[in-house]
């Protein structure tokens, strides 16, 4: 058999060729900088067993576990950490490393102009102080747009464990709207321009992240978070059922009843605990049942309950989505207007190009000509 032949692409035109690298390069970043985000909020402490049947890697070490009070802590500390220290380090990079370089030409440009008893660079037009600045990278729009993107994507994703996300991320742009401001004068020679009928492929990247916000914060909220299995309690085991007022008494007995019942055995001599049975977050038989530490009834409950939210939310969010999107036109009606005026002022114009050359021809044959389109 012939060994597999990896085809290159060949993409007709530039715009097609900037679209692929874009698409890529979202892909690699979005999965390193979001898989430890997926990874807290979906999969750490789901495969860590229970007391005394604790899962481990290679038979020797625990799996990690969530803190005791839940997931949705840790969840929301990583986002707190991703978006302050890493926006942080990147307006540093964007304005620093420029003005490094800047710093290091200016330093050997006169060093050279000591050895050489040339004029400093005091004394140079501007033009050529100018040249001397950093040029600005072939993909640099590409990376603009590739750190909105991310930052859309942090703000959008887990907003629902993290709220401060947006007001975050409205402080930093704020600031990096002056950062870009002084780079691009100060720092980068003018860049090259470019006409560009709209953002490419930038749009259908973020409608995607859209997507997976909604999908993504339905999740968080019916897992990870504690809201569907409380909701469940207080209406179906705890002590407001089957009465019509619901109030903060509904959830009295929560915590009991979110905590299963482990038997450690009879307690030996020099043993640090004292009591048989400990408690841990779950929902199984007690030891003394006829099937111990199988999952309780409450349990398929509070899954069926999450299965059904997520469902209910997606639907709920696309659907408002969408009825937005009907009632607020992608082009305004005036400027729908305009347009239609435009292209008929032009077509008038042209019909009347059109006629003056026929009456110039008829004249110049010597046919009379009678106001009329031939």
């Not at 990690?64 to 990079?93: A, R, T, Y």
């Not at 909105?148 to 991320?169: E, H, K, N, R, S």
């Not at 560009?196 to 019916?222: K, P, R, S, Y």
């Not at 006829?290 to 398929?300: A, D, M």
């Amino acid at each position: 058999s012939l060994p597999p032949v990896c085809v290159p692409e060949h993409p007709r035109t530039e715009s097609e060729w900037e679209n692929s690298f874009a698409l890529k390069m979202f892909l690699f970043q979005f999965v390193n900088l979001n898989s430890s985000t997926f990874y807290i909020a979906f999969f750490l402490g789901r495969f860590a067993g229970r007391p005394g049947d604790y899962n481990k890697l290679f038979n020797r070490w625990r799996m990690e576990e969530c803190h005791p009070s839940g997931c949705l802590i840790d969840l929301c500390l990583q986002m707190g950490v991703i978006m302050v220290l890493k926006q942080i380090w990147n307006n540093f990079m964007e304005l620093g490393y420029p003005l490094l370089q800047n710093w290091w030409s200016r330093r050997k440009m006169r060093r050279a102009g000591e050895q050489n008893n040339v004029e400093g660079k005091e004394q140079l037009p501007q033009w050529d102080k100018d040249w001397n600045l950093q040029p600005m990278n072939a993909h640099g729009l590409v990376d603009e747009y590739l750190e909105m993107v991310l930052q859309f994507g942090f703000t959008t994703i887990f907003v629902a464990a993290f709220p401060l996300a947006p007001l975050l991320a409205l402080l930093n742009n704020i600031i990096e709207i002056r950062l870009d401001a002084y780079k691009f004068v100060t720092q980068w020679r003018r860049p090259m321009p470019a006409r560009a009928t709209d953002i490419g492929i930038w749009h259908g990247i973020l409608e995607g992240i859209g997507v997976v916000a909604v999908i993504t914060n339905a999740f968080v909220i019916a897992i990870t978070s504690d809201y569907i299995p409380r909701f469940v309690y207080a209406f179906k085991y705890g002590p407001c059922v089957d009465k019509g007022y619901r109030h903060e008494q509904c959830l009295k007995g929560y915590m009991n009843s979110s905590l299963s019942v482990f038997d450690m055995g009879e307690p030996k001599n020099g043993s640090q605990y004292q009591t048989r049975y400990c408690r841990y977050r779950d929902y199984r038989e007690p030891p003394w049942s006829s099937e111990p530490y199988e999952f309780t009834l409450q349990f398929w409950h509070v899954l069926a309950a999450r299965l059904a939210f997520i469902i209910v939310f997606e639907h709920l969010v696309f659907g408002i989505k969408t009825f937005i999107a009907h009632l607020i036109p992608d082009m305004p009606k005036d400027l729908c207007e305009r347009m239609r005026r435009e292209k008929y002022l032009m077509q008038e114009m042209m019909y009347e190009a059109e006629l003056e050359h026929l009456q110039k021809e008829r004249k110049k044959n010597g046919k009379r000509y009678h106001h009329e389109w031939p």
